[in-house]
């Protein structure tokens, strides 16, 4: 466009004099005389036209998003300028284009449809296409634009991309580091190079951005440790045509530690008696610590204090802590501030189109006239994050009315159809269906109806949860069964079981919640395998139950399917009372998991203990399978059920005592924390025993096994395998054990 314009001028001065010229405008079919005169200052009407007048409207005329092109006539006594208008566009098409789909690119661009032409962004266009393509790792690509005619006044543009070849890393390296192990780090990189073993991990895009995002990744980790003078960069080196090795270089150098530990002198003279007794215990972990600089300890610290100040109802001092360094060493001051704390007016929810305003407000314990204290809300905000039809939750809050804005993310599908497939040496292939919806009527309220199927069992099973007003922390329960179950392999009979129970649960805290269940269950037993058998025999026949069941978990472990740190315990305990139930019983268990944390490398300690007890309370014995079974997935090395007492027709008879111990090594495979294969190797011993259709004792079985579990597209794949060490003459040895389990 420039160069038609210097070529017009050009035109002008060599082929003719100055002298009064008028003006004639020709091909403007869109755009009339009037639009041409307001697109520049230049008098077009006037008769008194000069070269310098009729440079200054071309130079305004192509600076104009209307006009595509001008051609400037001289004759004797006028000039004759000749109009192209821009066509406006009325499609836009992307072709070559495979990694990148037309819905990610079209949005980027200047160009719409239904607009004008416009050279210049087209060339912007061009960029963002390169530089979209370039975030994504491939930085050898061409584009290139056409047009073709739709009619007189539009057109058709066209984008041809020439992809080539993808880049991607193939390799990271990490070199210099000794305090954080390799796993650790890699755990916290963003870029991610090709794994075969990952299913889920991809090459990360060669982006400058992201290498340097990592890179203040790992200083950050250093400065929290007291390494403030580490220093950290990163190359790229080529392997072949396509792929690259990611190298991060660290130069660790000196950790700082902690020369003196200084308080704010009102924080000593007012809230000593409240505040001491912490910090001596943090001067303890900081003696432990070899006097380390070390940020999660200092931050534990401050939470403490700030907690025990809240409690004690002083919610307008907080306290925070500086530091100053010196040569390898620092002196850390913890000051204390003064928080204009201000009283909440409304609470006010935004962005739910389904869900109730009164369902959101009964999720969180704020109400209008509680103190606004930041952490607080935020714990609540996390809360509202944790319900299946909320995607996200923000919040703002106003100084001006102090009122308290809560953004909400709504989850609009909240319904689902769903297959399930599951698998497992115990019970072989399974599948499941269901419907599903999280939020009926934007109640907050849940149904589920499932249908499940496996060589044991067929279920049919309804649930509601209602969710009270009342407290965020309650739920009821209500469900409806009907199960058929096939126990002729074990047990040695059949049985139609229809079951329907009320139910609370409640939150305790975080970490803590409780269930209570009353239920009613028949239970008709038919087709027994042996006529003259009493353990099958007395399990034959129509039984009816009202029974209650009470449950109590507590669970701090750091991840819900392959947790390496924390500890989890739950005690049940179920009774069945006499003279409401044609058998009474009571049965109680105890499950306890501890998981402790081996440095930073993914790699931990663990051990599960597991204790039942079940006791008839009336003349009756213990039903087969109200009993205790052992083996399979519950005990490696052991078959299923195939672990404890059996009759002389071979029947399981199972156990009214039982225990498990498990102690073993687990770390993540391979050499990524991001790696979703784990690996396990642990020694299990344990026992069951005690059956009212049994004289066996007591007998220690042992075992020592290794475990590989991952992810997979269905969900969690497990595969063991074990070799019992101590074993009893009637078990039931199976060595390797599968189980697999998700939706698709």
Known sequence: MILKFINCIFFIFLSFPTFSNTLSIEGNKKLSNQDIQQLSDVDIYSNDLDDNKINKLLNDLYNSDLIDDLILKKYNDYYILKIIENRIINEIYINGNIYIKDKDILPTLNSKNNTLFNKDDILKDINIIKNLYLSRGFDQISVTTVTEKYSEDRLNLIFNISEEEKLYISRINIDGNSFFSE?????????????????????SNLSKELFNFDINTIKNLYLDKGFFDSEVTYSLIKNDSNAYSLNFYIKENERYKIDKIVYDENLISNYSNLLFPFNDSFENNVKKNNSFFDKKLIIDHIVKLNNNLFENNISNIKISYTFSLHKNSLDLFFDQFIVDNKIINKINIYGNKITKDNVVRSKINIQPGDLFIQERVQEQINSLKTYKYINNAEYNFSNDNSDLNIEIDENLKTGNFFFAATGSSDLGLGFGAGINDNNIFGSGNEINLDFKLNSEKIIFDLNFFHYPYLSPSLRNNYSISNTESDYTSS???????????????FDYSKNISMNGNVSYKSINGNSPKFSNDPSINDNIGLYNYIFYNYSINYDSTNNFLYPSDGFYASFSLEHSPNGLSDNSYIKSSILNKNFYKIGDGGSFLFNTNNIGLVKSLDSNNIKTFNSFSLGGSSFSGFDYRGLGPKNSNNIYLGGNKFFTSTFGIGTNFFSQQQDNLYLKVF?????IWD???????????????TSLDFLTPIGPVSISYGIPIQKSTNDILRRFDFRIGGSF
């Open 183 to 203: 796993k650790f780090l890699f755990s916290k990189l963003k870029s991610k190079s090709s794994n075969i073993f990952n299913i889920f991990n991809k090459s």
């Open 491 to 505: 047990y040695g009979f059949k049985a139609s079981e229809q079951k329907f129970s009320v139910g609370v649960s």
């Open 691 to 705: 059956s009212d259709y049994s004289t066996s004792k007591y007998k220690q079985r042992t075992s020592l096994g």
């Open 683 to 687: 020694l299990t011993t344990g026992s």
